[in-house]
């Protein structure tokens, strides 16, 4: 994935205004302007705590990683600094325990040029971080981590050098009980940029990435039972930075979009877990590369955001109907992001934070999305 770096930071005030119907509700489909956070940063990790507050860590700013954490409470809307990571880690992986803490694993240094094997747990009821004692087996960013059926944490690929120009196919697990990582087997691929889901079944579907320093189509499943890989039919696309959203009601998974040629950029696809198959769906209206993507508490995937095939940042957006397999567009965010978060909260509403546009601005602004 190509870094581009800034020399300046350009901090974006949202001035998005409220969209009302004629009833006077809030219209659905659009975006209003929440409290910014109190750090631009980009390629940060969010993740939804017990609480329904989410945790934002990390990331990076024009000059160099950031080493802070803050909390956004739906309730008031407003951000309230946390303790402060250990590590500035950017492209890092975060996953929240069953415990409810928690953790935050590798990622890159500034100007990502090494990787990190460092993880650490935040908890909830104190603020605080705490390194973990033992670190990963391979320094990795831009990998995936999923939590298990089992409790424990999957963590797999990634790019070990500067623009992932290699890549590792190893994967390991952290044990939460024991505080431990173990070395689990190795995928088929090394590949970073991927995306990693978790079927009804409890095995991991893996898919796309950089692999070999090129755009792959590949994918392949993790057995956590014997804790094998094995390869599954390759997508009709070649995805990178691309997203994977998991329907509970059909076990499906939903690839859309991510790097390489034009029709990659906004094709998108459907893996059948019981046939191990893909099929074609409706391509995205706006083709996109590191884009984001969560499924809405309606069923629908709200897409949003990312970069064209100019390689220019967009605010557009877009829901996908799993039902008709086809895209409309929706509400347009206020500012055009790449390498945002983007997190569903338990009200419904979607919150974008941060990101940067690719060229010379990173952002602290937040906007809510209203299905």
Same mark, same amino acid.
């Given at each position: ?6 020399v300046t930071v350009l901090v974006t005030l949202l001035t998005a205004s409220l969209v009302f119907s004629a009833a006077g509700a809030l219209a659905q489909g659009t975006w209003t302007g929440t ?5 631009? %940063? ?23 990683? =950031? ?12 951000? @309230? ?13 975060? #996953? ?8 935050? @694993? ?21 603020? %605080? ?13 831009? $990998? ?8 424990? #944490?999957?963590?797999?690929g990634g790019c070990t050098a500067t623009n992932c120009t290699i890549e590792t196919n190893r994967a390991e697990l952290y044990n939460p009980a024991t505080g431990t990582w173990t070395a689990t /087997? ?35 499943? *993790? ?13 009709? *696309? ?6 994977? =959203?998991? $329907? ?5 998974? !939903?690839?859309?979009?991510?790097? /390489? ?20 769906? /409706? ?19 709200? #897409?949003?955001?990312?970069?064209? &095939?100019?390689?220019?940042? #967009?605010?557009?957006?877009?829901? *996908? ?18 390498? $945002?978060?983007?997190? !569903? ?5 979607? !919150?974008? @934070? ?7 601005? $990173?952002?602290?602004?937040?906007? &809510?999305?209203?299905?």
């Amino acid at each position: 994935m190509q870094r581009i770096r800034t020399v300046t930071v350009l901090v974006t005030l949202l001035t998005a205004s409220l969209v009302f119907s004629a009833a006077g509700a809030l219209a659905q489909g659009t975006w209003t302007g929440t409290n910014s956070m109190t750090a631009a %940063r980009s390629g940060q990790t969010a993740t939804l705590l017990a609480s329904g507050k989410v945790l934002v860590a990390g990331g990076e700013n024009s000059i160099a990683n =950031v080493r802070t954490a803050e909390l956004y409470n739906p309730s008031t809307g407003s951000w @309230a600094v946390t303790g402060n990571p250990n590590v500035a880690r950017a492209l890092a992986s975060a #996953v929240r325990l069953t415990n409810g803490k928690v953790l935050a @694993a590798g990622g890159c240094n500034t100007d990502c040029l090494g990787a990190l094997s460092s993880s650490e747990l935040y908890d909830p009821s104190t603020g %605080r971080w705490t390194l973990i004692a033992q670190r990963m087996g391979t320094a990795r960013f831009s $990998f995936t981590a999923t939590l298990l059926t089992n409790g424990k #944490v999957l963590v797999a690929g990634g790019c070990t050098a500067t623009n992932c120009t290699i890549e590792t196919n190893r994967a390991e697990l952290y044990n939460p009980a024991t505080g431990t990582w173990t070395a689990t /087997g190795s995928m088929k691929f090394g590949r970073g940029n991927h995306t990693a889901t978790r079927l009804s079944n409890g095995m991991v579907l893996v898919a796309g990435g950089i692999s070999s320093s090129a755009d792959t189509n590949t994918a392949e499943l *993790y057995n956590p039972t014997i804790g094998t890989w094995t390869s599954v039919g390759n997508m009709h *696309y070649t995805h990178s930075g691309h997203i994977a =959203v998991f $329907f509970p009601s059909t076990g499906k998974v !939903l690839v859309a979009g991510g790097g /390489g040629p034009a029709d990659t950029l906004a094709g998108a696809e459907l893996y059948n877990p019981s046939t191990k198959t893909w099929s074609i769906t /409706g391509t995205l209206r706006t083709g996109r590369d590191d884009l984001s993507a969560v499924l809405l508490q309606n069923g629908k995937v709200l #897409v949003a955001g990312g970069a064209n &095939l100019a390689s220019i940042a #967009v605010k557009s957006a877009e829901l *996908y109907n799993p039902t008709t397999g086809t895209w409309t567009p929706t509400g347009s965010m206020a500012t055009a992001r790449i390498e $945002f978060s983007l997190t !569903l909260l338990t009200n419904g509403q979607a !919150l974008a @934070a941060g990101g940067t546009d690719g060229v010379n601005a $990173f952002y602290s602004s937040a906007e &809510l999305y209203h299905p």
